[in-house]
């Protein structure tokens, strides 16, 4: 559920999130929303290997309970009755209204999870709950990976597991093992985004290339090559604004320094074009 807060809860929010919850220790494999972490490094972890196996969680914050969240405060060395406010701050429980017959087990699973206070999307302290909701679930994959010679990263519900010739002959024992951890964790998979990557194909982490080195998407080059050849045509940056940002140019030259960390070259051909267009 993507729920974004009135603006005094976002601001007391905001403030559980600095003052609190980035200052906690979270596993070696999470990479996402975590300091000096990011989604290239998460990639990094993943360059020329033999084999790579993507997993998705499915409605990941909707997992992360009202006493899971409580539980992390009390963790963080707060008294009940403080944890217990804290996490009634942080979580969120929907007004389902009339809910119709589920068609499936998964409608029905939906339907009580959501019935609960949990974590949602949108909650500036959601993201550091849920790595820290995960810790024991990321140390168990990691030490699973460990046991097959392969390595693990997190980038919040995004999955990835590499590695070489032990890795790829023990994959049926290890996928089921590792489907058996989520499950006992109280997460469930979303089996449509399971992905194998080899060598011969193009290998994708978060959106970074790593076959051989990091590198970019080619297709988001030449995206932000076709939108500053349009303005320049067209005589402005701000013609080629159709999601209505408050300031396009900072944002393409935020979306230029992502493409320029991955591939310098290809960085400063973008840099050169957009700098004469206003």
């Known amino acids: 559920i993507i729920c974004s807060p009135k603006p005094r809860l976002k601001s007391v929010q905001t403030k559980i999130k600095e003052g609190i919850l980035d200052r906690a220790p979270v596993h070696g494999a999470a990479h996402g929303f975590v300091r000096n972490r990011n989604i290239v490094s998460n990639a990094s972890a993943h360059v020329g290997k033999d084999l790579i196996l993507n997993l998705d969680l499915r409605n990941f914050f909707d997992h992360v309970t009202y006493p ?10 707060y008294n009940s009755e403080v944890s217990r406010c804290l996490a009634q701050l942080c979580t969120y429980r929907p007004n389902l209204g009339p809910i119709n017959k589920p068609r499936g087990e998964d409608d029905q699973i939906k339907c009580v999870w959501r019935a609960f206070r949990h974590a949602v999307q949108g ?92 590198n970019a998407r080619r297709e988001d080059y030449d995206r932000l090559k076709a939108i500053i050849y349009n303005a320049r045509k067209a005589g402005s940056l701000e013609s080629q604004n159709r999601d209505g940002h408050s300031d396009f140019r900072a944002h393409l030259l935020g979306r230029i320094g992502h493409i320029s960390k991955l591939n310098p070259a290809r960085g400063r051909k973008l840099l050169d074009a957009i700098r004469d267009v206003s």
């Open 68 to 77: 899971q969240v409580v539980g992390i405060f009390r963790w963080l060395g």
């Open 123 to 214: 909650a500036p302290t959601s993201p550091m709950l849920a790595n820290l909701a995960v810790h024991r679930m990321d140390r168990r994959l990691s030490g699973l990976a460990k046991r097959f010679d392969a390595t693990y990263t997190r980038y919040a519900d995004d999955l990835t597991f590499s590695g070489d010739e032990s890795f790829k002959r023990g994959m049926i024992r290890f996928l089921k093992c590792a489907k058996v951890i989520i499950r006992q964790e109280g997460f469930r998979l979303n089996h449509r985004k399971l992905r194998f990557m080899r060598p011969s194909e193009r290998q994708e982490v978060t959106g970074v290339i790593v076959n051989e080195k990091t």
